[in-house]
């Protein structure tokens, strides 16, 4: 890749007044054809999910700062937890004619939340999302999924386009990644006679935001890429996990593919207690309901979480015949779900403090700057080749 | 006249790369280790991140000198 060619050196000697680069001439011309096109198709897509992803980082303070925080009330003498089958009935009570898709539950105070829709395989935007006090089954007020912040988030998962959204801006990510290497590729030829982080002052403006675009760009190249990558990941959510689907838990219920889905769902409590009964130790995340995309047409899945930090994102699955109530069987997740699990974090930011959320909005901005200058680069390079360019960062 | 242009020296690619492959490394272990765990772990990955921001301005602050 970095072959040196003796004929392409001289040329490039003679176009740049001394300068002596080890890529040859031809090796230059694909890495910056291919810098350019993968960042010039991707950049305002880029611009958009870096300028969206900025307030989607502080989300969760923002919904502090508008909405009125709920207090959990004391319930004197009465500290134990309702069923969860009474919890049920109750949420599902006020949305008739619906059914119980998720059930989760907070981490830091006795809330269950339960997701409903018209049908098992109702697409998202159909559910809908309650919150119950778990040692009352009194409704408490959901997150809130609402407002600005819903329509910035909607925008930088799928432009509001649905899957062909989505599918859309992981392929603009994939460019991304392929611009980040390039770019990576090409820093070498641009970097042979200066020193890392050198800022010329004396220059024309071009040179000036050259250099700007190199340091930003190659200082962030770990960020970014890690942020793209796990951004693509997710972008691509529902294939993955649909190939779980019908991989392992298709392995996991071999013995049911030709039984008739229950005509009865049997009790979620007792689900949960034949999982938690298998894994002791383990905390229960969330439960999918029969008929969709987390589960099979038969089961209750019972996902459950490790206690340490680490383990805490990396879930095994247990199902629970839901005519039954008995287990089927308990597998830890296989790595292409792991990845994706821990792809959420990665690429929102959310998993250090506030002070992890502030350098990573600070990193976001250096992004915004890196796509910029990009845009200006080619705009301003437009009007003379990038030989001259190469010769002029060598000068 | 950058400090560069004074000397005729050309540098290899480890030279080139040494700095930004440190600052990747420790970037990357700024996003592993808040993964890991809480506490100690969180400063650590703080302190990771904040390596390619405080290159740059450490390269304001020289440039300006």
């Known amino acids: 890749m970095l072959a040196r060619v003796q004929y392409a050196e001289c040329d490039l000697v003679a176009f740049s007044g001394g300068a002596q680069v080890h890529m040859s001439q031809s090796t230059i011309q694909i890495w910056s054809w291919l810098h350019k096109w993968s960042s010039l198709v991707c950049t305002l897509f880029l611009l958009m999910l870096c300028v969206t992803g900025l307030p989607l980082i502080f989300h969760h303070e923002i919904e502090h700062l508008t909405g009125e925080e709920y207090v959990m009330p004391d319930l004197p003498g009465d500290d134990g937890l309702e069923s969860l089958d009474t919890v049920l ?28 829709g018209p049908s098992y395989d109702a697409p998202e935007r159909q559910m809908t999302l309650m919150s119950l006090d778990w040692r009352s089954a009194d409704f408490v007020p959901p997150p809130v999924e609402e407002g600005i912040m819903a329509v910035i988030l909607q925008l930088h998962i799928d432009l509001f386009l649905g899957l062909p959204g989505k599918f859309f801006l992981g392929a603009m990510g994939a460019l991304f990644v392929v611009a980040i290497v390039s770019g990576v590729v090409l820093y070498a030829p641009f970097m042979r006679k200066h020193d890392f982080g050198t800022l010329r002052v004396s220059r024309s403006r071009r040179v000036k935001w050259l250099d700007w675009h190199n340091l930003l760009g190659i200082v962030t190249l770990a960020w970014a890429s890690v942020v793209g990558l796990t951004g693509v990941i997710n972008a691509f959510s529902e294939p993955i996990t649909a190939t779980w689907q019908a991989t392992q838990l298709g392995e996991m219920t071999a013995g049911y593919r030709e039984a008739e889905p229950p005509a009865e769902l049997g009790s979620i409590q007792g689900a949960i207690e034949a999982v938690t009964t298998a894994a002791p130790g383990m905390r229960v995340q969330f439960v999918a309901f029969p008929g969709g995309l987390y589960s099979t047409d038969h089961h209750y899945a019972v996902f459950l979480q490790g206690a340490t930090p680490l383990t805490k994102r990396l879930l095994t699955v247990g199902l629970v015949d839901a005519a039954t109530g008995e287990l089927t069987d308990i597998r830890p997740m296989p790595w292409y779900m792991q990845a994706l699990l821990l792809s959420q974090p990665l690429h929102f930011g959310d998993y250090g403090g506030l002070p992890m959320k502030i350098l990573w909005a600070l990193l976001d901005l250096v992004t915004i700057v890196v796509l910029g200058s990009g845009v200006y680069l080619w705009l301003a390079r437009r009007k003379r080749p990038v030989r001259a360019l190469m010769a002029e960062a060598g000068a | 006249m950058s400090r560069a242009a004074a000397s005729p020296r050309r540098r290899s690619l480890g030279a080139i790369f040494v700095i930004p492959a440190l600052i990747g490394l420790f970037s990357l272990v700024g996003l592993v280790s808040a993964l890991a765990g809480d506490g100690f772990s969180d400063l650590l990955s703080w302190a990771g991140l904040a390596v390619p921001l405080i290159a740059i301005v450490w390269a304001c602050a020289r440039r300006r000198q």
């Not at chain 1, 008739?96 to 997701?115: I, K």
């Open chain 1, 89 to 116: 009935a109750e949420a599902l009570a006020s949305r008739p004619g619906e059914v119980g898709l998720f059930m989760s539950f907070d981490e830091d105070r006795p809330v269950v939340n339960v997701t409903s």
